[in-house]
């Protein structure tokens, strides 16, 4: 699956370890694992990058501008309007080859024509929330991070759908759910997108292979017998698609029916027409 709708983001070649990125007007230079190959770099812009961002040898790295980068700006996806600015550990705000399930989260909501509740977990600066919201469901951002809730809201501000029926919390995602199951609240949709490590605002230990099916198997329990759909995506290189379709299919599929399916998530590359692929997808949808 590519995330090929993208007019404000083009990944335009990789090589050598990088990825030459243009986020609407400003280039950037990254670093990717993935991209094993050393290809001649053709494109000009490879020499006249905005910022480049140099991973350091002991861990972590930074960023070294080129030319004046601004402190934050905005890109489209759709009726979608992002924040973008220079973060640490490499990243954006955004991870573009995610918007291929957007898509498909809003169209599951688009085609129910009825009233549909999402959960989003991990849910980042709310592009996947924002997405479902413009489809028109009701909508639960879960996040650890209050950061990331702030820049989400501010997503949503950026987007016109600040009046859009959605809950902002911080929170540790597994107490979340746990909680949920004791109030006897459900959803028809569920997007999770857990990180390897992390920590909950209380100092909680997240380690993914070790939590991870009890995770789903408690979300599991939070859908409605109509839901529509659930999404699992995984950067973690162990946790391959065929994994995760397998976990997805016992949790879900032996209860709600339906299928099952999974594969890598990419970004096209211009000056290939090759896919990079950026990450594993898992998706159980009703029949």
């Known amino acids: 699956m590519r995330a090929a709708q993208w007019k404000d983001y083009e990944l335009l070649d990789a090589s050598a370890g990088e990825r030459l990125e243009r986020w609407g007007d400003i280039i950037l230079i990254r670093p990717d694992p993935q991209i094993i190959w050393n290809t001649e770099k053709r494109n000009p812009l490879w020499r006249t ?3 480049q961002y140099y991973r350091a040898n002991t861990g972590g790295g930074h960023w070294e501008e080129r030319k004046k980068t601004p402190p934050a700006w905005h890109i489209r996806y759709g009726g979608l309007t992002f924040g973008i600015k220079l973060m640490g550990f ?4 955004v991870f573009p080859e995610q918007a291929v399930n957007w898509d498909f989260a809003a169209q599951c909501i688009r085609s ?3 009233p549909v509740k999402v959960l989003n977990l991990f849910a980042y600066t709310g592009a996947a929330t924002l997405a479902c ?3 028109g469901a009701q909508v639960c951002h879960v996040d650890a991070s209050k950061g990331m809730v702030a820049w989400a809201k501010e997503n949503a501000q950026l987007s016109g ?3 859009r029926p959605v809950r ?3 929170d540790d995602c597994l107490k979340f759910v746990q909680r949920e199951l004791r109030r006897g609240n459900r959803y028809d949709g569920i997007i999770m997108d857990p990180p390897s490590y992390g920590r909950g605002p209380g100092g909680e230990v997240w380690k993914l292979e070790e939590q991870l099916f009890s995770l789903v198997e408690q979300c599991a329990a939070l859908l409605t017998e109509n839901a529509l759909f659930f999404i699992l995506n995984s950067y ?3 946790l391959s698609p065929s994994v995760m379709e397998y976990l997805l299919g016992v949790q879900l599929q032996r209860r709600l029916g339906g299928r099952v399916s999974a594969g890598e998530i990419g970004l096209p590359v211009s000056s290939t027409n090759l896919v990079l692929p950026c990450g594993s ?3 159980w949808q009703k029949d």
Do not use: F, N, Q, Y
């Open 49 to 51: 990058p905005h910022a």
């Open 133 to 135: 919201a413009a489809a």
């Open 112 to 114: 129910a024509g009825r």
């Open 236 to 238: 973690t290189t162990g």
């Open 90 to 93: 490499k990243h954006t705000g």
């Open 281 to 283: 997808t898992a998706i």
């Open 168 to 170: 902002w919390l911080v």
């Open 161 to 163: 759908l600040s009046d």
